[in-house]
T-cell receptor, first 111, second 115 residues
């Protein structure tokens, strides 16, 4: 049973557009929701993260929206750039630090 | 330079052989993790360790073994019992293994191919 479901599997956006990736979780005990960015052949790196006591967090062009009642959270990339082309993973963690990851979204930003 | 190193970057194994993947961190993190990444399946947890000399199985531990004799090192052995070991293996660490969950820092990965 997958605890974190991520969509879409792939996404193509024009340069300057908005990229939106969604995740849904099942376990209400999760207390940390990070997004990781991974370039081909590299390890993932933290992009932005949120805890369930806030509904939104923004860092530059990247925003997490969090809906606790719906058990959903999403990543918005404003003014998407070709350099944003990568695979994005959402994750959810409990207090032990062990993370459950979504299956990833491959984002392609066309120039 | 602080971070996580994994070696080798590429590894080839013949069927029936055990191989060991190295993971070292100098971040002074308590917790370390091993993940397997297959195309379209995200990251799946193999083993994790929250403290030296202790580790727990993740979701897909069968055919793998680990040790945690030092805080900075968490090697993974892929045994001959792992029937489909070809994958990209990622090691990660985090500050705390207990208490509030925190960011995981990933190494560059090892790509294992069975010949």
């Amino acid at each position: 049973q997958q605890q974190v479901k991520q969509s879409p599997q792939s996404l193509i956006v024009q340069k300057g557009g908005i990229s939106i990736i969604n995740c849904a979780y099942e376990n209400t005990a999760f207390d940390y929701f990070p997004w990781y960015q991974q370039f081909p052949g590299k390890g993932p790196a933290l992009l932005i993260a949120i805890r369930p006591d806030v509904s939104e967090k923004k860092e530059g062009r990247f925003t997490i929206s969090f809906n606790k009642s719906a058990k959903q959270f999403s990543l918005h990339i404003m003014d998407s750039q070709p350099g944003d082309s990568a695979t994005y993973f959402c994750a959810a963690s409990l207090n032990a630090g062990k993370s459950t990851f979504g299956d990833g979204t491959t984002l392609t930003v066309k120039p | 330079d602080g971070g996580i190193t994994q070696s080798p970057k590429y590894l080839f194994r013949k069927e029936g052989q055990n191989v060991t993947l190295s993971c070292e961190q100098n971040l002074n993190h308590d917790a370390m993790y091993w993940y397997r990444q297959d195309p379209g399946q995200g990251l799946r947890l193999i083993y994790y360790s929250q403290i030296v000399n202790d580790f727990q199985k993740g979701d897909i531990a069968e055919g793998y073994s680990v040790s945690r004799e030092k805080k900075e090192s968490f090697p993974l052995t892929v045994t001959s019992a792992q029937k489909n070991p070809t994958a990209f293996y990622l090691c990660a660490s985090s500050v705390t293994g207990t208490g509030l969950a925190d960011t995981q820092y990933f190494g560059p990965g090892t790509r294992l191919t069975v010949l």
